[in-house]
Structure formats: C-alpha cells, structure tokens
C-alpha cells in the first residue's frame, strides 16, 4: 500500500484534535467566535475542524481562502501545525486520507458539532465570495435522511473524490459517514489517480463526486465496482450520459442531488434512468413566488423557509421539475427569453458542449443590451460560428450572443461548477 495513504480512526481523530485543540487553547479570547479554516489538505482542514469544536468555536470554511480574517476569528499560523505534527508523528500535507469507525463510533464528536453553527464561504456562479451559516442539527437531519436514501449500514465504506469544506462534500463525507458509522475515503486527485495499487480500496459502498471529475470515475470504475455514485447537480452533459451505458456494469445507482449552500437539499433523481423530475427530499415543500420560490425544509433550522430565484414545476407524487433560476431572465427588444433556452440550444446545435450566456443590459442600446456567450470547445472556426449562426436563427426567434467566445476548457471550482466571472476576466481581450 502506498505511503501517501494515511489513515486514523475516528476516535483517536477526535483525540488528536483535541490535543491540537489544548495547544492552542492560549490564542482563544472572549473575542474569537469562530475557527477560520483556509485552503487545506483534508487532513488539515479536518483536524481545524474537530479542533474548534473542542474549544466550542464555530468552524469556518473557507475553501476559496477568500476572507480577511478579523478580530472574531481565531486565524493560526501555519507554524503551530507543524509542530504539532512533527511532535505527534503526523503528515504535515501531501496524503490521500482514510478516517475508519474502528473503536466506535464517535459520539462525542457529534453531541460537540450538534450545538455550532457552521460557516460555508459560497461563490455559486458569481466568483463572489458571500459567508453562509448553516445549523449543525440543520445538517445532521440531512445527513440522516441521505443515509436513509443510499441504505447505507455500519461498516459501510464511502469513497470522496469532493472536498469536505464545501457543503455538498462536508455532508457526503464527515457527517454522512458519523451518524451511519462508516469509513470516509478522502481521495485528492490531484495527489493521484486512485488505483488498488496506491491505496484505492477493493470495495466501496458510495462514491461521491461532481460532474467535472468523469474522467477519473471511468478510471475508478477500470478498478472497482461502487455500487452507489452520488454527483452534485451541475452540468453533466449529452456525451456523458450516453456513456453511462458503456459503465452500467461498474455501478448500480447513480443519484444527481439538487440543492445549494442556501437552501440545503432540495432532491434527487436517478441519472442512470431516463426522466428529469426531482423527488423531493422528505419534509421540503416548494411554492412559487415573486422572483422565484419559496423552500420550506426541515434542514433549514431554525428558519422555516428561504427564498430561491431556482425556479419549479410541481408535479404529482412529491416530484418537481427545475426550470432555471428567475434571475436569468431577461428582456432583448422588447421580449423577455431565459439564458437557459439559449444555452440549451446552443449546446445541442454544438454537439453537447457546455454553453454559458450572460446578458449585460445597456440602456443606451436599442435591444436593452448585449448578449454575450461562451462555448466550450477545441475547434472554433470562423465558417463554424457562420453555420453555427444559420443552424440556430432556422430553429426560432432568439437572439443569437452579439459577442461569442470559444474556450478550449472553462474554468472550474472544486465542485465542478463554471465560474461567470473567471470567464469574463479569461477573455476580456478576446473580440471573437
């Protein structure tokens, strides 16, 4: 087994912790609410995040490292890790980690995170970092009712290609794998490709992952059977769905999970079935409302519901569908239109590339602004875009993006989403 492979159980993570914890016990003040957790290895992170449990501080995620810690945080200096460390015979960085449910597990640890709060720093499509605090009893009913969705027992085994600080990959990893008693897999991949020769276990219960990383859960599925794939509601793609075929064998449920830092878990579907309605998550209810809808759900403690500019369809048995965020409405010469439609539109007549639009209004221009696109893709040509333009003016009245840019790769966070912003800054020179 490889060197890089570092593994804890539970219980001694959580005694660890608590010793890093009484080390730096000194640099807490009546001042210092909350725990500030940067950019770390997992390992790192997590031990931060057991740490400002035990000295009854709110953890904060940082995993953009985008904050200016001030006077409420307690910001450590990367000295004092290690030391620690070097003093306990820890990696410092650079491991693929395993935390296992030898020795019990751990119910200290969760009576602690079930009186905290938890900050998520989020960016969604904007790039701009906004901080988001979240219940812990919150996230455990939501934790509780995915294990109840994926059946998993103790002893169980959960494989995380996604980080553990942003909401989606803090649920599916630390928290799922406590309250069902099972070993967390932590698995970078930029460190390595997971294989059996460099520590990938033999067998997994749940993998979890984002769209953005197919090309290493092919290579997973080349070395292990995962009975359950769970992946977080972004763009999939035509290319990858059809090839869900050609890997039936490797896998036997492959759930797509709707829902954000906001809001928490909205649903779930199937991508391995055909149909594109969501099942609502036990106790969520949805109504329209002005700019969008209104989530009541029960992981929103203490609040009742939370306004979201996702937009719904309600159908029969507990099942909606998404149709786009009301804020991507908007109005050219004189008609309102969805980017939505015309991304999905672009991205048909582009082979199933990804297609974002943006629409930037301008009172000063007749159509009430500009509409502007980009295409992910290799191959852009000038007799491209013309057919491009002929194919999609046959197929209705839209406006077709005034400026459109090709990008070989766009540019992606953690979990897997393409940043608006890191996209305007990428070709602010480009005049395609």
């Keep these: 087994m490889s060197m890089s492979l570092f593994e804890m ?121 906004k901080t988001l605090c979240k219940s812990a009893l919150g996230l455990l009913l939501e934790a509780r009712q995915l294990q109840s969705l994926y059946g998993l027992d103790k002893g169980s085994k959960i494989i995380t290609l996604v980080r553990p600080f942003h909401i989606y990959g803090f649920l599916h990893s630390v928290l799922l794998s406590l309250v069902s008693g099972s070993t967390a897999v932590f698995w970078s991949t930029q460190l390595s490709l997971p294989t059996l020769d460099n520590g990938l276990p033999l067998d997994a219960d749940l993998l979890i992952t984002v769209p953005a990383h197919w090309s290493t859960i092919t290579h997973l599925w080349s070395q292990i059977h995962t009975p359950t794939v769970v992946s977080s509601s972004a763009f999939f793609g035509e290319e990858r769905t059809l090839a869900l075929s050609e890997h039936r064998h490797a896998f036997d449920r492959y759930f797509e999970l709707l829902g954000s830092t906001e809001t928490g878990g909205i649903g779930y579907r199937r991508i391995d079935h055909e149909g594109c309605s969501f099942r609502l998550f036990e106790g969520v209810r949805i109504e329209g409302h002005e700019n969008g809808s209104r989530i009541y759900s029960p992981f929103l403690v203490p609040d009742l519901y939370v306004h979201s500019p996702d937009q719904f369809e309600i159908l029969e048995n507990g099942c909606v569908l998404h149709r786009g965020r009301a804020d991507r409405v908007f109005k050219f010469a004189g008609l309102r239109y969805t980017l939505g439609e015309i991304e999905d539109l672009m991205s048909r007549l582009c082979g199933g590339a990804t297609v974002v639009c943006a629409f930037e209004e301008n009172s000063k221009s007749a159509q009430g602004g500009r509409l502007r696109g980009w295409v992910e893709t290799t191959t852009p040509s000038a007799q491209d875009l013309t057919s491009l333009r002929t194919a999609y003016q046959g197929l209705g009245n839209r406006p077709f993006p005034g400026v459109l840019h090709f990008v070989p790769v766009f540019p992606r966070d953690a979990q897997g989403k393409v940043s608006l912003l890191d996209l305007q800054r990428l070709t602010s020179q480009d005049c395609s």
């Design 9 to 129: 159980s539970w219980p001694d993570f959580w005694l660890k912790a608590g010793m890093f914890a009484e080390s730096i016990k000194s640099l807490k003040t009546s001042k210092k609410k909350a725990l500030w957790i940067p950019s770390l290895d997992p390992h790192h992170g997590l031990f931060l995040f057991a740490a400002a449990l035990h000295l009854e501080l709110d953890p904060i995620f940082d995993e953009k490292s985008a904050l200016d810690p001030d006077e409420s945080f307690l910001a450590l200096h990367p000295d004092l890790w290690r030391r620690f460390t070097k003093a306990q015979n820890l990696p410092e960085s650079g491991v693929q980690f395993t935390l296992t449910m030898k020795g019990g597990c751990l119910l200290d640890g969760l009576e602690a995170f079930a009186k905290r709060r938890i900050y998520f720093c989020t960016s969604g499509t904007t790039a701009k970092a």
